[in-house]
């Protein structure tokens, strides 16, 4: 059973590994203000599935990287208590990659169902 | 399991204890600035719960640190190292050669002019922000003076980071440490002048002004002396000089040698270059090893 469990789990951290990076973009591209990592996270809770699909503590690692590819950019702001907080925006290239990426996501959906349903 | 924050941190450090120094600080900014926010967030809610429940709740949410850890360790092992050499070029000469298309050559050689400048800069700010403080003690403003002085050390060695990662492609924080939050400043300076990276920082920056220069004053000679070699067959046979100037009588290079004139201050660039290149990649150790604390 907990061998199932274990494989199970190591399919949802690689499902995610390539959908983090869109769902993120996705919920930048919306956002009309600049986003901060927990804020992110919350949204990300309320509006996703009863069972998490991720953890909250490996957005950030997606956050950084797409920062570091351009497609998302962030200013660190002092925030009343606490330590600063970074807030990231999409950007152009973002956007447009956005685009792509949405694409793709949309004809892996449509052959992954195709497949699976024969 | 984690009563504090801090226990939390220490126990993703340990989990990530044998990942990139940068990267555990990063990820250490990252989940203080998340279970923070967190905290505050269910204190608004609840104020009744005690920090170890509400704590217990949010990391669960957030992952443990193992999780947490192995998450960045994927996310770096995926994004692309900076300035990755562009041709492996196999043989020694193609290597020697080569250094022309390697972008840590021209970063290093651009690093190394900037930090002339930056070096001036740091060590005028260490210099003017120490005596102040130390001077204005007596004073009861000096204790603050020093406290924002010491936090500028800080945010200077950040900023310092980010531009020897830019240019020398060595891995250094994209996130600052905050490790004195929710302190009396007073606290929190106590803890600035013990922790012994500040004085590192403080004395990297003042070296910084001494490389600096001697970078500056070397790359200067050798452009100098390895155009002017080049420009021999130029200034001769263009302008009608000759090259070399005693007792007030100026004698010329046979044609002949043009070719080896231009190859001579060729051949110095090429060999600079390639030093300029280790010289970088040991500036870049150097500046880890002294700005980012283990």
């Known amino acids: ?40 996270a919350k949204m990300l809770e309320e509006s996703g599935p009863d069972i998490p699909m991720m953890k909250q503590g490996t957005l950030y690692p997606v956050l950084r990287s797409l920062e570091e590819n351009r497609l998302l950019e962030s200013m660190v702001e002092p925030s009343v208590s606490g330590p600063p907080r970074r807030y990231y925006k999409i950007t152009e290239d973002g956007r447009a990659a956005l685009a792509e990426w949405l694409e793709i996501w949309k004809q892996t959906k449509k052959f992954v169902d195709a497949t699976l349903k024969g | ?33 998340h279970l923070t926010n967190a905290l505050e967030a269910v204190r608004e809610k609840t104020p009744e719960v005690s920090e170890a429940d509400a704590l217990g709740k949010i ?23 900076v300035l990755k050499q562009t041709v492996k070029p196999q043989t020694a000469l193609g290597r020697f050669f080569g250094v022309y298309l390697d972008p840590r050559a021209w970063g290093a050689l651009l690093y190394m002019f900037i930090a002339f400048i930056t070096g001036i800069f740091y060590f005028t700010w260490a210099v003017t922000g120490v005596s102040l403080s130390v001077s204005l003690l007596i004073l009861i403003f000096g204790l603050p003076l020093a406290l924002l002085f010491l936090l500028s050390v800080r945010g ?30 007073m606290d929190r300076l106590k803890a600035l002048l013990t922790d012994k990276a500040t004085w590192l920082m403080l004395v990297y920056m003042v070296v910084q002004f001494v490389l600096g ?33 005693m007792n007030n009588v100026r004698y010329s290079f046979p044609v002949w040698t043009y070719p080896l004139w231009i190859l001579g201050g060729f051949l110095l660039w090429t060999i600079f270059m390639n030093i300029a290149r280790g010289v970088g990649q040991l500036h870049g150790r150097f500046a880890k090893w002294m700005l980012v604390s283990e």
């Not at chain 1, 690689?14 to 804020?39: D, H, I, K, W």
């Not at chain 2, 192995?70 to 770096?76: D, K, L, M, P």
Request: charged share 20%.
């Open chain 2, 59 to 81: 990391i669960e949410e957030y992952g443990s640190p193992e999780e947490t850890a192995s998450a960045y360790r994927e996310v770096e092992r995926r994004t692309s190292p």
């Open chain 1, 1 to 40: 059973m907990s061998e199932i469990g274990a494989t199970t789990k190591k399919f949802q951290k690689e499902l995610n590994a390539g959908t983090s990076s869109l769902v993120l973009l996705g919920v930048l591209s919306r956002s009309p203000e600049p986003m901060y990592g927990y804020q992110i």
């Open chain 2, 1 to 33: 399991m984690f009563r504090t924050i801090e226990e939390y941190l220490d126990a993703l450090k340990n989990a990530m204890k044998d990942a990139d120094p940068a990267l555990i600080q990063d990820a250490q900014a990252d989940a203080r600035e």
């Open chain 2, 213 to 245: 220069t001697i970078y500056f004053v070397v790359i200067v000679t050798v452009l100098s002396v390895s155009l002017a070699f080049m420009a021999i067959p130029v200034l001769q046979s263009v302008f009608h000089q000759g090259a070399v100037m």
């Open chain 2, 156 to 185: 200077l060695a950040l900023v310092e980071g980010r531009l020897v990662e830019a240019l020398l492609g060595v891995r250094m924080p994209r996130r600052p440490l905050f490790s004195h939050q929710g302190m009396k400043w």
